[in-house]
């Protein structure tokens, strides 16, 4: 009988779990590893190591926020009269224009309006780039927060942060390579149809801790270890069953990435060894009680980003203002303002900036005209034009691209669509978009799939 030949990747599939037995065994033996790993080759030269993805659950209003239009505030309570204009979403949106309940000001030398929602990251305006004609297929949230992590509308699909690890893995053996912060929700690290190893690690559900179950549930360290040779005995007999399951062999990386963990975290998250001044540029403390909470992900983030986690995603919820925009949004912004600004200043004064990028996104913008009227009105659901701001390695700073019309519903120049910003995201990273692919169910897939073109106006 003729043999086929083993190829590369049946090779490594196959003898990966025997890799991870191998790392589990001399990590029992020995705790003195070095941190780095080896990682993929980049197809490009990178201009980011790291990603740090801000994800504004619900729906950020960019006529409240960073798309400054002034003929909103001239024509509120006219009739907005738009070629080409959607059907409202609810039912429930009126044809009266709304103007912005916030005020908008000048910042830094490139001379950005912001509105008062955003006064600190307002601040930090000359190293940020604002993308200002983004545009997306979907107003429902579930299917546009899906393709602005996943790249479809289809739910399942791998998130952009399971793709960058894909692509090049991590730095950091004792830290997961991807991690996401703030919420529950699978859509956002799934890793879909791409191996197990690459789906996020959830920071953060808990607010008052980092990670549950860090504190070894063993008397001793020996027990533990006994229980885990167990443990790996049983996964390798019944791996011998299954060749190439990427269950098993995720497991197998689990148990290894869990033990070093333990103690890999809760020196990654220890904010007492920060000072004073970098607490309160956070906005982390008991003096602090609106920024707290956020703040602190954002600290950890800067810390892990540090020991080389590749990709960091932390989540802000509640920004579904169908009703009392003024108070909500505010109250929202509150929370978010100076921890996301103490970011990008820490990062930018540690030297960290010019090789990590900071993506600000949420799945869709406001709609111009109000949703509800009476004296605390709302904003529909926009997807035909919102913005999305970038900041860090490889990118124009104090720069904004694309443009809506004088009422911020659709793009007249720059547009720019969420293949677009994944292409863009992926290139910065030394990644090209139309080479990294996976083969799924018959057929190569990709982030962009068959779309996607870089945004090369904002590239430096």
């Known amino acids: ?161 399971s793709w960058a690890h894909y692509g090049l893995g991590s730095e950091n053996q004792n830290l997961p390579g991807f991690v996401v912060m703030g919420s529950r929700k699978r859509m956002y690290r799934t890793n879909g149809f791409l191996p197990p190893v690459h789906q996020g690690s959830p920071f953060f559900q808990d607010p008052a801790r980092p990670l549950a179950d860090l504190v070894m549930a063993e008397k001793i360290k020996s027990l533990q270890q006994n229980k885990m040779r167990a443990v790996g005995q049983l996964d390798r007999d019944f791996l011998k069953s299954y060749a190439q399951n990427q269950i098993i062999e995720a497991a197998i990386a689990n148990h290894e990435k869990a033990y070093v963990m333990q103690d890999a975290v809760p020196e990654a998250t220890d904010l007492t060894r920060e000072t004073a001044a970098t607490l309160a540029l956070y906005g982390v403390g008991t003096e602090h009680k609106e920024t707290d909470e956020f703040g602190r992900q954002c600290l950890v983030a800067r810390r892990l980003l540090e020991r080389g986690v590749r990709f960091i995603e932390i989540v802000s919820n509640g920004w579904d203002q169908h009703g009392d925009l003024q108070n909500l949004h505010a109250k929202n912004a509150r929370a978010i303002d100076r921890p996301i600004a103490g970011l990008l200043k820490d990062l930018k004064g ?111």
């Not at 070095?34 to 729906?59: C, M, N, Y």
Request: charged share 20%; with cysteine.
């Open 350 to 460: 540690r030297g960290l900036l010019e090789d990590t990028l900071v993506v600000f996104a949420t799945e869709f913008g406001r709609t111009p005209n109000t949703e509800g009227g009476g004296t605390k009105p709302g904003r529909d659901h926009h997807p035909w034009g919102f913005t999305i701001w970038m900041a860090g390695a490889g990118l124009r700073p104090g720069t904004s691209h694309g443009m809506l019309d004088d009422f911020g519903y659709f793009p007249v120049e720059g547009a720019v669509d969420i293949h677009d910003i994944h292409a863009t995201v992926l290139h910065l990273l030394g990644i090209d978009h139309e080479r990294l692919t996976y083969r799924y169910s018959g057929r190569d897939f990709r982030l962009t799939d068959v779309h996607g073109k870089l945004v090369k106006e904002i590239l430096a």
């Open 1 to 161: 009988m003729k043999l086929s030949p083993l190829s590369r990747r049946s090779l490594l599939q196959t003898s990966a779990s025997g890799f991870g037995w191998l790392a589990l065994q001399s990590l029992l033996a020995d705790r003195s590893f070095g941190s780095q790993v080896q990682i993929t080759a980049p197809h490009l030269a990178p201009k980011a190591k790291r990603v740090v993805w801000f994800f504004l659950d619900g729906g950020l209003s960019h006529l409240d926020s960073f798309d400054h239009k002034p003929r909103l505030t001239q024509d509120h309570g006219k009739p907005l009269q738009i070629a080409g204009k959607k059907e409202d979403i609810t039912g429930r949106t009126t044809n009266a224009i709304l103007g912005s309940p916030f005020a908008f000001q000048r910042y830094g030398q490139c001379g950005k309006m912001v509105s008062d929602l955003f006064p600190h990251i307002g601040s930090c305006v000359d190293d940020l780039t604002f993308l200002h004609g983004v545009h997306g297929p979907s107003p429902d949230h579930e299917s546009a927060i899906g393709m602005l992590h996943g790249g479809s509308l289809l739910q399942g699909f791998p998130s952009v942060g």
